[in-house]
């Protein structure tokens, strides 16, 4: 039983899935109808709920330092329900309160009959590697959005009537003004904050020098393997995995 309060995780005995319901408990997935006991079993309990002793919240970033990539994509899962739960309760059309359905994970209005179901937002993430200088090296950017120094491989939410490869090769033109080939699809993560889908893909520079937007992007450069900048994502993000992945070895074999 994963037990949130908003954004945080209850930790009980040092584990990030409790035996047993909490008291105050204020939803809780138990009381669904059976369908719904395939996931993870969640509850959620009140602001106003004090850790008793033994107990602490964490944030669910923390959940894959401590306990690794598997219990993070479960707890994350979990949250996802919980806090659509939480911020969606009636219908968007009729205005009538929602009940869990009976036949899959979705919601359905009991007067209309929609259906509703948990949002997910694809977003594709890119490593886009260049033959530069007599070196192999990577594209990094400061997005504006993260701390300050720190640089990342691109990445953009999938727009409607859009295939990923067409985000892949959107989202860097609009970054960065370059144009890149060969793209070829990576890995994926669940990523929920607050529900994204992750899906990593790796590309080869095709033309065009670098141009940051300088709205979503204030800096870009090309990284060799030995010289990455010193603030790069930590290791619970996929964009990590594409940069070791670079640096471990070119991300295309020469023909
Ligand atoms: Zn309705």
Redesign the pocket.
């Known amino acids: 039983m994963f037990v949130f309060q908003g954004n945080n995780l209850l930790i009980r005995g040092g584990l990030p899935e409790c035996d047993g319901l909490p008291e105050e408990v204020v939803r809780c997935s138990l009381d669904f109808p059976s369908v719904w006991q395939d996931l993870p079993s969640w509850c959620e309990v009140g602001e106003d709920y004090a850790p008793r002793e033994g107990e602490e919240f964490i944030g669910l970033r923390q959940v894959w330092h401590r306990w690794g990539e598997e219990t993070f994509v479960r707890a994350g899962g979990a949250w996802q329900f919980a806090s659509w739960w939480r911020n969606v309760r009636i ?1 968007s ?2 205005g ?1 309160g929602l009940l869990p359905s009976e036949t899959d994970h979705g919601r359905r ?1 009991p ?2 009959g ?1 259906v509703f179901y948990t949002p997910i937002s694809p977003a594709v993430i890119v490593a886009i590697e260049r033959e530069f200088e007599g070196e192999r090296k990577l594209l990094l950017a400061h997005n504006t959005a993260m701390p300050r120094g720190r640089f990342s491989v691109l990445a953009g939410f999938v727009e409607p009537g859009e295939t990923l490869e067409e985000a892949v090769a959107r989202e860097v033109r609009e970054e960065v003004s370059i144009e890149v080939q060969d793209i070829r699809y990576f890995k994926s993560q669940p990523w929920p904050f607050p529900h994204s889908l992750m899906l990593g893909f790796t590309a080869l520079w095709k033309a065009g020098e670098l141009k940051p937007d300088g709205i979503e992007i204030g800096e870009a450069g090309w990284y060799a393997p030995n010289a990455l900048p010193a603030d790069i994502p930590d290791r619970a993000s996929i964009s990590r995995r594409l940069i070791d992945r670079f640096a471990a070895a070119p991300l295309r074999q020469k023909d």
């Open positions: 219908c059309f009729c009538e209005c007067k209309c929609r």
